[in-house]
Nanobody, 128 residues
C-alpha cells in the first residue's frame, strides 16, 4: 500500500511563509509527476501546482504564481511546497498527490483524476 504523508502545516500570519513537505513510499516516486492541491470546506479541491519527475515545473494555479514554489528531492522521495507572502484566502487543507509516470497531457494533469495516490492533507491557516 502506497503511503503519502504531508507535513508542515500550521497557523501563520498574513505575509508569512510556510513550507510543506510530502513523502511517499511509492517505489517509482522518482519517475512520477507530483502535485499539490488544496480544499476549503464546501468547495471542490483545487489544483495548486505540479512538478515533473526531473524537477521541471508543470504549472501553478494563477492565484499562487509568484508566491508558491514546488521542488522535489528524489533521493528522499519528498516533494516540497514553499509558500510565501501568504494570504488569508490561502487557508485550506493542502494535499499532496502522486501522479503519472512518463507521458502526461494538459489540462488533464491539472485535475484530480490524473493522480493515483493521495495524502491525508495538512491544514494551513493564514490569519489576517
Amino acid at each position: 500500500q502506497v503511503q503519502v504523508v504531508e507535513s508542515g502545516g500550521g497557523l501563520v500570519q498574513a505575509g508569512g511563509s510556510l513550507r510543506l513537505s510530502c513523502t511517499s513510499s511509492e517505489r517509482t516516486f522518482s519517475s512520477r509527476v507530483m502535485g499539490w492541491f488544496r480544499q476549503v470546506p464546501g468547495k471542490e479541491r483545487e489544483f495548486v501546482g505540479a512538478i515533473g519527475w526531473s524537477g521541471d515545473i508543470i504549472d501553478y494555479a494563477g492565484s499562487v504564481k509568484g508566491r508558491f514554489t514546488i521542488s522535489r528531492d528524489n533521493a528522499k522521495n519528498t516533494v516540497y511546497l514553499q509558500m510565501s507572502n501568504l494570504k488569508p484566502e490561502d487557508t485550506a487543507v493542502y494535499y499532496c498527490a502522486v501522479g503519472p509516470r512518463a507521458r502526461w497531457t494538459k489540462p488533464f494533469i491539472l485535475t484530480e483524476g490524473a493522480y493515483d495516490y493521495w495524502g491525508q492533507g495538512t491544514q494551513v491557516t493564514v490569519s489576517s
